[in-house]
């Protein structure tokens, strides 16, 4: 088997992309760490060394950057008695560079670094001349105890360190979850659901149920019948793929530029959303408290900043379903007349049905189920949830030729500082170690 001719694909491109893809490793020794103990006992004389604000605009593109609009080619129309064409499970026809379920784009990112703690609210391309939008929530690097449950024991040394960039993506899957009710609860879907905590009760949506005339399969021969656990941890794991590609890209793109970090588990993600703030401030999440008796608060969103589709920041669960229709169909929306949409204007006329009033009426059913045995929603998965972080920073080579061959660090890892930095003089790198707080 033979690879393609230059002619049809430039050869030295590709060959960059396999070295980002060969070289592809965690490197957790930065500027001004230590590893205290055990064989690979080593101090840097280095000062930590903050990233640039073009290293971060770099590395903010990679994860969730602006790129436009995506293709949105789906089926929008079903087949004649058919089971499929509903495209308009598509959120938005707004593109970044990571895939989204249903392009909600319900994973952001927070931003931690010596200066504050950030809320990302909008990354355009770095050769746009546009910065990205950062809104600082507070002054000073977010503190997050190094002990457990808070930070896993074998991160406590190297992760959120002076002179790094900490990146937390937080994934809004509650969003994800009515949106996804409204297809699930389509004639072409048709799935039932029933609460084998509360005695398999049909989640609120018993006239909605075949047997009783209406259009979900209640019949367990249909295959179409979950329960609530299955499918809140379906549509929990759905949603937070998303981080997983976010970070895996800021990774790449990190090897591409020639710094160090990696990805890590975040330990106890409901104390970094700020479960606990007693203990530490966190995210600045509002933990909602349920009515019910024994069932855990729920994260919510940040007020002001990034507010999700539950109570106290909408009036109700059925509220929250309205408000999505609106967002999706009404005026300014994707499939409204005034909508911009990807395709030729001759497309672009064509209408595109909405989510039929069953699945609507069936959807808001099941929410107020959920918040009247539960008193949050969703019941066993937390509308807001986060469970890995992304670090960069800038490594220390001399670890690196102490204790490994030389392979292990790519030529690109020791020019770095050459080629992103190469107007700094030392006294302004050790200028930037001062404010980092080192």
Known sequence: MTGPTSSALDTSTLHSVLQVFRHRKTRRFGCGMEIPGGPLRY???????????????????????????????????????????????????????????????????????????YFVARVPDPESGEQP?????????????????????????????????????????????????LVLFSEECGYFVVDTDRGSAPCGLDTFRRSRGGHLHDDPGRRRTMTLRDLDGAISDTALQE?????????????????????????????????????????????????????????????????????????????????????????GGPYSSSGARPWIDAVN?????????????????????????????PAHADAFKTVIAFQAHHIDPAFYDRFYPQPSLPLIHRVHMDHWHMHESAADRGEDSERSGR
């Open 243 to 331: 981080q997983a590609v976010a970070c895996q890209n800021m990774f790449l793109m990190e090897q591409a530029i020639g710094l160090g970090g990696g990805i890590h588990s975040v330990g106890s993600g409901r104390h970094l959303l700020g479960w606990e703030p007693q203990i530490f401030e966190g995210l600045g999440f509002h933990f909602e408290p349920s009515s019910i008796a024994g069932v855990r608060s729920n994260p919510v969103g940040v007020a002001r900043v990034w507010e999700g589709p539950c109570p106290p920041f909408t009036l109700s669960v059925e509220d929250a379903v309205r408000s999505l229709m609106t967002s999706k169909f009404d005026e």
């Open 349 to 377: 006329r064509e209408p595109i049905r909405r989510h039929s009033e069953q699945a609507v009426e069936a959807t808001i059913a099941f929410c107020n189920y959920i918040m009247k045995e539960y008193g949050r929603f």
């Open 43 to 117: 101090r840097s004389e280095l000062p930590p060394i903050p990233l640039s604000k073009e290293e971060i605009h770099y590395l903010l593109f990679a994860g969730i950057g602006q790129t436009g609009m995506h293709l949105g080619d789906m089926q929008y129309a079903p087949r004649p008695n058919g089971e499929d064409g509903q495209g308009m499970a598509i959120m938005s026809f707004q593109g970044r560079t990571v895939p989204s379920p249903c392009a909600a784009q319900a994973t952001r990112l927070f931003m931690t670094d010596d200066t504050g703690l």
């Open 133 to 181: 939008v950062l809104i600082k929530m507070r002054d000073g690097r977010l503190v997050i105890p190094r002990e457990m449950p808070y930070m896993l024991s074998f991160n406590q040394w190297y992760a959120n360190q002076p002179g790094s960039l900490y990146l937390i993506p937080v994934t809004d899957v509650a969003s994800v979850y009515l949106n996804l009710l």
